[in-house]
């Protein structure tokens, strides 16, 4: 099997090497579920959901592929941006432009009703992914999407103790906003729900802007 080519871009969501965890202590909250013992009012989202933290110095160190920054990446989602460039996503009348994993297989109106964690794309930058990126290369479909909503977070579920102290499980889930799932997560990074998509030759598309 062919191996991928390392990335000549650097995504805008990427982690790097200089930008390390924050070690928080985590405690249980007054209302159940987790908090940071030293929480701050910038911790949770709007929904009240508890975010890992991670230092913000992007360009420092080497990037860490396949590891997302969670603050970029949830302003990505939150304000649909390029998830390469930082810039605005590309949108028309059709929606906004995304790049998934083709499972088109996976069930009848694919990808109406997929959640995902992968911010839009602008054009430009969409071109530059289907050829660099690892998980895309080969196996990419464009996507206008008309209707998008911020709808989970994604992270590591913590659970209750018998010694008076939250544990860290070794799972990682997807949690639905508005649920009591919400209070024992750490996220790390923002999901939303796609729908009215239109499947596209994303050729045809960059051709067309040229």
Known sequence: MKTPTRPETVPFITAWSGEQPQQRSVVYAGRGGIAFADERPEDRDQYGVLWNGRAMAPGTGHPLYGDVHPLRQRHAMQHLLCQVCGGPADRD?????????????????????????HPPLCLPCAGT????????????????????????AYGRIWSTSAFGRPVRTAIKDVVPYGTMATRWVLAGQLVRALNHCTILDLQHELKRSS
């Open 129 to 152: 992914a289907v050829t660099q990126c690892p998980h895309l290369t080969g196996n990419a479909v464009a996507v206008r999407v008309r209707d998008s909503d911020v709808c989970a």
């Open 93 to 117: 009348d059709r929606g906004v432009l995304w790049l998934l994993e083709d499972n088109r297989g996976d069930w009848a109106g694919w990808p109406n009703d997929l959640l995902t964690t």
